[in-house]
């Protein structure tokens, strides 16, 4: 990477983010939005509190300049929960900085991203307000990213949209121009109680669940066949188990709980989906008598643009004269809320961002703050791009 020199306001209001608690669940973000909004007023920036889609879980809008063409600059302030604080090196909301690295809990997902959102704001909160350049820049400070809430989806129906949408995850500078999707499902297998002296009286629900293992382990096998050439391949996993523990230990229980994370193909829908988890059931009930339910609990769509998108190219070449590396097109295996800017709002929107993705949700979570300062550099020099672009077409 070129030599970028570390931003020592940039880094302070990283650092500050990452110390407040901001976990989803439950849902703690008022305070981090708060601090936004302090900040924002002490540049003098306008900016909205959003009491929507929930009123004890504000979030917040800022715009600078007026007219279009408008770039969103969009980051989620919620981060997930940190676990056991044992097992981190430094307290996960210490803020702590290490040579050159900032540790704790969204550092990297995604409270730096949204540093350097808040720093290009205001960068570029001059040019578009005296006038030497039309345009504008809206930045959204958005609640329950990571728990599939309609945060983002609701400031953009508010008005904060745009012609441009940049989703600020840690994506290493690569421009992903499409998002897997996600789709959660519970799933109840039922049996019959009985007392555990007497197990061929009843059914164990938990045996049953095993049978409905087999089964998504078949159809996970199958889903690894399919392969976007951007965002890899589908899975479904297993990712929580429930049985008994509401009743005596000496007693079969009746029912079991799986829940199952199933990744979507930009070319898949949720309702192909859908019937696909009722087929697995139909197939536990014809091979093996037993009845099952299933609700989905949580979904995020997958999103794609072309990827040539102007949008895509501009920020690619300025990814090129910043850090010296040219990036091939790419897709983000997570979900991330480019989706409501693709598919709600119809807008043309990348993820991108400083940071990596390895580090998001784990122990010791850090990010490079040479790679934060590059990052705020390459946001400004996009967003002018994008700007002046306009004008002179």
């Not at 890899?232 to 188990?241: D, F, L, N």
Request: proline share 5%; charged share 25%.
């Amino acid at each position: 990477m070129a030599v970028v020199d570390r931003d020592a306001e940039l880094e302070t209001l990283a650092r500050d983010l990452v110390r407040i608690e901001s976990e989803s669940p439950p849902g703690n973000e008022a305070a981090v939005i708060e601090c936004v909004a302090d900040w924002l007023e002490t540049n003098n920036i306008d900016h909205h509190i959003v009491e929507k889609p929930y009123e004890d879980r504000p979030q917040l809008a800022a715009r600078v300049g007026s007219g279009d063409p408008t770039v969103v600059y969009n980051g989620h302030v919620d981060v997930v929960p940190a676990g056991d604080p044992d097992r981190w090196t430094n307290d996960p909301y210490d803020g702590h900085i290490e040579d050159g690295m900032l540790y704790g809990r969204g550092a990297a997902d995604m409270k730096t991203g949204l540093a350097v959102g808040l720093c290009a704001l205001r960068s570029m909160r001059d040019a578009l307000e005296d006038g030497h350049r039309s345009g504008s820049v809206v930045l959204h400070a958005a609640i329950g990213e990571e728990t599939a809430d309609p945060g983002t989806k609701t400031l953009l129906e508010e008005g904060y949209d745009g012609d441009y949408g940049i989703v600020l995850e840690p994506t290493d500078f690569r421009v992903a121009t499409r998002s897997k999707g996600l789709a959660c499902y519970e799933l109840t297998v039922y049996g019959e109680q009985s007392h555990a002296s007497r197990p061929d009286q009843g059914s164990n629900a938990i045996e049953t669940a095993g049978q409905l293992l087999d089964i998504i382990a078949e159809y996970d096998a199958d889903l690894r066949k399919n392969k976007d050439p951007l965002v890899g391949h589908a899975y479904a996993t297993v990712t929580q188990m429930e049985a008994g523990t509401d009743s005596n230990m000496a007693v079969l229980p009746e029912e079991a709980t799986l829940l199952l994370d199933r990744r979507v193909l930009p070319a898949e829908s949720l309702d192909d989906v859908d019937r696909e988890i009722v087929t697995l059931l139909d197939r536990l009930e014809t091979e093996h008598g037993a009845g099952a339910s299933w609700r989905r609990v949580q979904e995020y769509a997958a999103a794609s643009v072309p990827t040539e998108t102007h949008l895509a190219q501009v920020l690619r070449s300025h990814v090129d004269a910043v850090t010296g590396t040219l990036p091939d097109p790419w897709g983000i295996e997570a979900a991330t809320d480019v989706r409501n800017f693709v598919n709600d709002a119809g807008m043309e929107a990348v993820t991108w961002g400083p940071g990596h993705l390895e580090q998001a949700h784990t122990v010791d979570e850090c990010v490079n703050l040479r790679d934060a300062a590059a990052g705020l550099e390459i946001l400004k020099r996009t967003t002018e791009d994008l700007l002046e672009s306009a004008d002179n077409g």
